[in-house]
């Protein structure tokens, strides 16, 4: 079925996954791209439509033009790394998702409300140095991927390290600088969810692993070299690979995500969060997900599965990755005219 709206997105970050899926779905297709990446994206013949700007900041160079042309347009990690909450709520082209949801998710005392209100598991956070009793995690605000953090062992290294501490900056960052988490020893699992408001169904679509540089590394030099060498871990993301969980903890998994959902309807508003969202998790030995963070958003890792997941699978007789899932969420509105429901 061929469908008279466009799905858009940036170039950038799962544009690729978004796109491919609103093709599947019968949508035309645009991607708005700075000039360095219209070659690349030129490549795939399930993108009709490039509209170029500088840089990404420029998007809203194009805004009225998108308005015009019965544009969706998709967000995905790019639109708060580059354009900030103020700039996304700027947006005047209808957006997949509940703006609302930003203010919660880009503050991070705002998020851990809201993962408390739905009784999810959290590392501690240390108001001051002062409180440090165990290792920790130094997290500078805003969406920066890993950037800039640093591990601590005790008071004294903290003292130590937060001198030459310089919080990255980024369109999301706020005016405190950065925030002490206990540092939990556990392996990251990152779990990819959608819930649908049509449905009024929660969807385990996905799983990944981020491939960490340097800290995945560091594990690749015999421990006695590792102590000679003034290596300190970071935590930027390269890469991602799959992961399937333990099945008994499978449970578990759906019931937080459905806690986040209903928390996110009491606190947010009556929409709350829909859509695809992940729940970034460090899983313990005793099999328990402690959530560092959540993304309100389709997150990178789920780039993985554009054929599908083992997880889609077991949902969907097709192939569904999360960039298509949005799609067929788009699509299923417009059937039932109630497109309204799922745009800000
Ligand atoms: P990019 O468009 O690659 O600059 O990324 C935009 C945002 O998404 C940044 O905050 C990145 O850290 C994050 N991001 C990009 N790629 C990945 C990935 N493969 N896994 C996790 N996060 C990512
Ligand atoms: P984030 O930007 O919060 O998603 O964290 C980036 C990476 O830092 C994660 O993928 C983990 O490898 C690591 N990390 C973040 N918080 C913690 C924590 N509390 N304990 C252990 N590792 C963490």
């Known amino acids: 079925m061929k469908l008279n709206y466009t799905i858009a997105t940036l170039g950038s970050h799962s544009a690729l996954q978004i796109l491919k899926g609103a093709k599947d779905e019968g949508f035309k297709t645009l991607i708005v791209v700075t000039p360095d990446r219209q070659k690349f994206y030129g490549r795939f013949p399930f993108i009709d439509k490039q509209m170029v700007i500088p840089t990404y900041k420029d998007f809203a160079r194009v805004d009225a033009q998108l308005q015009k042309q019965k544009v969706i347009l998709i967000p995905h990690g790019s639109f708060v790394a580059y354009l900030g909450v103020a700039g996304n709520k700027e947006i005047k082209t209808p957006y997949f998702g509940n703006k609302k949801v930003l203010d919660w998710e880009g503050d991070r005392n705002q998020q851990r409300k809201w993962l408390t209100e739905a009784k999810i598991r959290q590392p501690r956070i240390f108001k001051n140095a002062a409180e440090i009793d165990c290792p920790v995690i130094v997290k500078g605000f805003g969406a920066d991927g890993g950037q800039g953090y640093f591990v601590a062992q005790t008071q004294k290294d903290f003292a130590q390290q937060i001198k030459s501490f310089a919080a990255p900056t980024s369109a999301a960052t706020e005016s405190k600088k950065y925030l002490i988490q206990e540092y939990i020893v556990g392996v990251p699992m990152y779990l990819h969810f959608f819930y649908s408001p049509i449905t009024k169904q929660v969807e385990l679509l996905s799983m990944d692993r981020r491939y960490e540089t340097n800290v995945d590394g560091i594990g690749r030099i015999p421990a006695n070299q590792q102590m000679q060498m003034p290596i300190s871990p970071s935590f930027v993301v390269v890469g991602n690979s799959p992961l399937v969980v333990r099945e008994s ?19 947010i508003d009556q929409r709350g969060i829909f859509g ?6 460090i899983v313990t030995p005793d099999q328990k997900f402690h959530c560092i963070e959540a993304s309100c958003r389709i997150v990178a890792g789920t780039n993985l599965f554009i054929d599908s997941s083992p997880y889609a699978s077991l949902i969907y007789d097709e192939p569904m990755s999360t960039g298509r899932r949005i799609a067929r969420e788009i699509k299923i509105a417009i059937q039932k005219k109630c497109l309204e429901e799922v745009i800000d």
């Open 249 to 267: 903890m499978l449970a578990e998994a759906y019931e937080m995500a459905e806690r986040f959902v209903t928390a996110s309807q009491k606190i």
């Open 276 to 281: 695809p969202f992940c729940l970034e998790t």
